[in-house]
């Protein structure tokens, strides 16, 4: 699958079982129905994170999952990323891997998956992302969290819209994806840095009451306030 990244990382909607605690019934349902209507309204990009605390347990559910989930992304043409699990990227024929700093170390994820996966890496400094720039395999970085989330257990310092001019400003030409607590209310504060090629959100599609309407919000910087 050829993908241009940058339009990739336009709008990169992440998410695992563990996001739709709110849902009645089967998560991994819920998970997929979300999955559809992100896809139908116009996501670039989705990860299935299956992580922290409620996740699933059972490789074999997370399997199907997965298959699931890279049949739904198929079927709209939206590439498929796994979040730290090398094996079951390439044993699923995903499209791509997302690692962070503490995942498996990239060199090796680069061993394993280059030429045969994209691969993203997760952010936090200048330090890590002139560190990550040494390696061409690396297709895009995560930088973030840009504001408080509540959809990691244990997130690093607040990096801010500031780090992603930072990380520019040190000449870092890799496709750049801001993270962490975007919504439409801020999401303005992300376009105005220029420096991010797009932006990843877990908890505002998938505790969106309105898919369609979120996603729109998040591409046009506006919240539709008149209809809430
Ligand atoms: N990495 C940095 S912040 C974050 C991850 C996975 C969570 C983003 O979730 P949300 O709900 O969009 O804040
Ligand atoms: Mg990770």
């Known amino acids: 699958m050829p993908q241009n990244i940058k339009n990739m990382l336009s709008l990169y909607f992440i998410a695992g079982t563990q996001d739709f605690r709110h849902a009645e019934g089967d998560r991994s349902q819920a998970l997929l129905d979300c999955l559809e209507q992100a896809l139908a309204n116009g996501i670039t990009c989705f990860q299935l994170r299956e992580k922290e605390a409620h996740s699933l347990a059972d490789a074999a559910a997370i399997e199907a999952l997965a298959r699931a989930c890279l049949a739904l992304c198929r079927r709209h043409r939206v590439p498929f990323f796994i979040d730290d699990n090398v094996d079951l990227a390439l044993k699923i024929g995903a499209d791509g891997i997302h690692v962070g700093q503490e995942d498996m170390p990239v060199e090796e994820v680069i061993r394993l ?16 992302a002139q560190q990550g720039s040494r390696y061409t395999a690396i297709d895009y970085f995560g930088v973030g969290p840009m504001f408080p989330t509540q959809s990691k257990a244990k997130p690093n310092p607040l990096a801010g819209a500031k780090r992603l001019q930072e990380i520019r400003r040190a000449g870092i030409d890799k ?49 539709e306030a008149a209809s809430r």
């Not at 996966?117 to 952010?123: A, F, P, V, W």
């Not at 992300?190 to 797009?198: F, L, N, P, R, S």
């Open 113 to 128: 998956c280059g030429g045969k996966l994209m691969i993203g890496l997760s952010t936090n400094t200048v330090e890590q």
């Open 175 to 223: 496709p750049l994806v801001a993270i962490g607590g975007i919504k439409p209310h801020n999401v303005h504060e992300i376009y105005a840095t220029g420096a991010a090629d797009g932006i990843a959100v877990i908890s505002v599609i998938a505790q969106s009451q309105d898919v369609a309407q979120t996603i729109r919000e998040l591409k046009t910087g506006k919240p």
